[in-house]
């Protein structure tokens, strides 16, 4: 009777608990995002050269990217539910606070623990797996990843708010949707009955998970795949205003296009990936994101070439991104995931910090962004090539 009432459970649970971490992803993620939509208005204030402009978009990356090896560690132990909760109120510190800096030194320092919000991802995909069943792990992972969406909410709504109420007032508001949804989380998820807190150490089960090969298999390809993605979404904005010259609104709605493009196809690459397996999924982004860097690399024409250039690449990317954590799904354990996950997302956001600042560095030094993209699609094709030769069996 016990496994009937766990079954029941778990079906009653799924639905709930992976809309309310979907979203919960999406609230943090739009906090992470802040920065990027408003470089233009950081840079004509503050008189910032494309090297600084780069390094303000990509600082909150850093600790959103190795802030997740301990928060997925945490949410091993702690469980999802608490975790998202404590990683929403935390955050409210420096959203507050990045509103109300008017120097680059303190943009710079409130920027990094701007970080905080997106170390959500380590928490999440833990939480989903452990209510989805192995074979439906794909799909789950894939639509809670469609919460990276909060990029593109950031980008299409933060310039807008700005205009409307205020840089200091916007971000009062993004508090206190932080605070309702961490209230929402605790009062509102749980954490599936497959799950068990981890005991011992964390240091010895990050040891265990680093010995495993898939650990870096799977951190090399979301390096990629995430950090491509990440990568546009924070730095396209100032991208589409130095290259076609679009206002800053303007560029975030072409920007928030992007995202949602990817937001699309990570669950389709994680549904894809359940059907005809996760390594034919990731050949196909990579080799399509290959192709599209080539393209952009001749800078087409504004609007329908350049345009539907970037909407392909960010559809091979969220392709790639679903794809890589079925592939996780496959080949971790259970009981190893999070620390795993922990492990793989900060590789995927540090994938996402320093091509802003490659792109940066080389549009001071040569005035176009041709030597980034070429860098692009020779990254891609290196993944391409040992994707298929790794992953052969």
Not at 341 to 348: E, I, R, S, Y
Request: proline share 5%; with cysteine.
């Amino acid at each position: 009777m016990s496994e009937l009432r766990k079954g029941s459970e778990l079906r009653k649970g799924q639905v709930r608990n992976l809309a309310l971490a979907t979203v919960a992803f999406a609230v943090t993620f739009w906090a992470w995002n802040l920065i990027g939509p408003l470089s233009g208005s950081y840079n004509r204030m503050l008189h910032l050269s494309p090297t600084q402009t780069s390094l303000l978009v990509a600082i909150p990356v850093l600790v959103g990217s190795l802030g997740r090896i301990p928060v997925g560690m945490l949410a091993d132990r702690l469980g999802g539910r608490r975790m998202f909760a404590i990683i929403c109120f935390v955050s409210i510190v420096p959203v507050l606070f990045v509103g109300w800096s008017d120097s680059y030194g303190w943009l710079l320092f409130w920027g990094f623990l701007l970080g905080i919000p997106g170390t959500s991802f380590a928490i999440g995909i833990p939480f989903v797996n452990a209510w989805y069943e192995p074979e439906r792990r794909g799909y789950a992972t894939g639509v809670f990843g469609a919460g990276m969406g909060g990029t593109a909410l950031s980008a299409f709504f933060t310039p807008r708010l700005v205009e409307e109420f205020g840089r200091a007032q916007t971000h009062v508001l993004m508090a206190a949707v932080l605070a309702l949804m961490g209230v929402v989380m605790l009062g509102g998820s749980h954490d599936s009955p497959r799950w068990s807190p981890a005991t011992g150490s964390a240091l010895p089960r990050m040891r265990e998970a680093l010995k495993i090969k898939a650990t870096w298999q799977c951190a090399f390809l979301y390096a990629v795949a995430f950090g491509g993605f990440v990568a546009f979404s924070t730095y396209l904005p100032t991208l589409l205003q130095t290259v076609y010259h679009f206002a800053q609104t303007d560029a975030g709605l072409r920007t928030a296009g992007f995202s949602i493009a990817a937001v699309l196809s990570r669950p389709l690459g994680g549904t894809v990936a359940d059907r005809i397996g996760p390594v034919k999924v990731l050949a196909i982004s990579f080799a399509g994101t290959a192709v599209m860097a080539l393209v952009l690399m001749l800078q087409p024409p504004v609007e329908v070439p350049a345009g539907l250039s970037y909407v392909l690449m960010a559809f091979f990317l969220g392709l790639g991104t679903g794809g890589v954590f079925a592939l996780v799904a496959q080949v971790v354990e259970a009981s190893r995931v999070g620390t795993v996950t922990g492990l793989v997302g900060a590789a995927g956001g540090l994938g996402g910090y320093f091509p802003p600042l490659v792109m940066g560095v080389v549009y001071a030094a040569t005035g176009a962004y041709t030597v980034g993209y070429v860098l692009l699609a020779v990254t891609a094709a290196v993944a391409l090539v040992y994707t298929l030769r790794a992953f052969r069996r």
